[in-house]
């Protein structure tokens, strides 16, 4: 008996680290890379393998605790107490803001239920895998593991009921990876920080980021790439004002812009990780992704927003 789960990555558009403070963010599942987990029953004591952690469950504290705690969660929800070994295989590059730790918990989740042959809701699936996601980020909005999990293309509020959004647009997003580690919780700790020593200015781009987000849901929606471009580079103005981007980053928006992208802004939590620029044909988003790579971005996607 085998089980497998599979799930994508996730990119956020617009709208992160305002969508700690209460203001939206549209946020894509992001399926050129994924994860696999493959779940077997085993005899001996359960063990697990991946590219953070190889070796038994029981002493995977360390490296590992917010998975450690999600199987054990998961199989005291499924009511199960055999030992299993869990594979996972990853092209998600870690801690880059395409939502790699949610999407190692969604699969893991899903190859579990697959194993003992479970119907998994996204209700359950959900619950289950904020086991793992708060152990990972402390608070985190809720943002990755939604977007991974409905695989749609989301408008995401706290408190408020999730939006999917319709989506029209003919355009390719170029994700770049600066090769540097993304620091989220340390850039949502320095905007918090920011609120106090400079609250009308920190206010103020955080408040100029939800109506960015909320311009862009028209932009998607209509399938305006050039007006969505637009709002994407502002944001990243304010994303900078708050203190979350860094010379990589800048350099990387700033090369993507000279090179006829409509715009271009850094994802996630920032500090590192990646940037995205927006194309409306394919010989712009390549000489992009070359130029992106020329300035020493580690690993470049071209992804066409038809896919979603
Ligand atoms: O770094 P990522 O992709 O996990 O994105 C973090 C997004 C933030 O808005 C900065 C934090 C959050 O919890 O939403």
């Not at 890379?33 to 360390?62: F, M, P």
């Not at 969660?73 to 055999?82: A, G, P, S, V």
């Not at 695989?151 to 600066?178: C, H, P, R, W």
């Not at 987000?213 to 004002?241: C, F, P, R, Y």
Request: charged share 20%.
């Amino acid at each position: 008996m085998v089980g497998i789960g599979t799930s994508p990555g996730k990119i956020i558009l617009m709208g992160e680290h305002a969508v700690v403070y209460g203001k939206p963010a549209i946020a894509l599942p992001f399926f050129s890379v994924g994860i696999k987990s493959t779940a077997k029953v085993i005899q001996e004591e359960s063990k697990i393998e991946s590219q953070c952690y190889t070796g038994l469950l029981r002493l995977a504290d360390n490296e590992i605790p917010g998975i450690k705690r999600l199987v054990e969660e998961t199989l005291k929800y499924l009511n199960k107490n055999e030992e299993i070994s869990l594979k996972i295989e990853s092209n998600i590059p870690p801690q880059r803001g395409l939502g790699s730790s949610a999407s190692v918990s969604v699969s893991v989740v899903k190859s579990l239920f697959d194993l003992f042959d479970v119907a998994l809701t996204k209700e359950v699936l959900s619950k289950l895998v904020f086991v793992a996601e708060n152990i990972h980020h402390h608070n985190p909005s809720g943002l990755d593991a939604t977007t991974i999990i409905e695989e749609q293309v989301v408008l995401f509020e706290k408190g408020k009921e999730l939006q999917y959004l319709n989506t029209n647009m003919n355009g390719y997003l170029i994700v770049a990876d600066s090769g540097e580690f993304g620091h989220t919780k340390e850039s949502v700790a320095n905007v918090q920080k920011n609120m106090k020593v400079n609250p009308l200015k920190t206010k103020e781009s955080i408040d100029q980021l939800g109506i960015l987000s909320t311009n862009a849901i028209n932009d998607i929606e209509e399938g305006d790439l050039v007006s969505l471009g637009s709002h994407m580079t502002q944001a990243h103005k304010h994303l900078q004002d708050i203190g979350v981007s860094n010379n990589t980053l800048d350099n990387l928006v700033k090369t993507a812009l000279q090179k006829e992208a409509l715009g271009a802004k850094l994802t996630g939590g920032g500090n590192g990780g990646c940037i995205i620029a927006l194309s409306d044909n394919m010989v712009d988003a390549k000489n992009i992704a070359d130029a992106l790579l020329g300035e020493g971005a580690k690993h470049t996607w071209i992804y066409h927003l038809k896919e979603i």
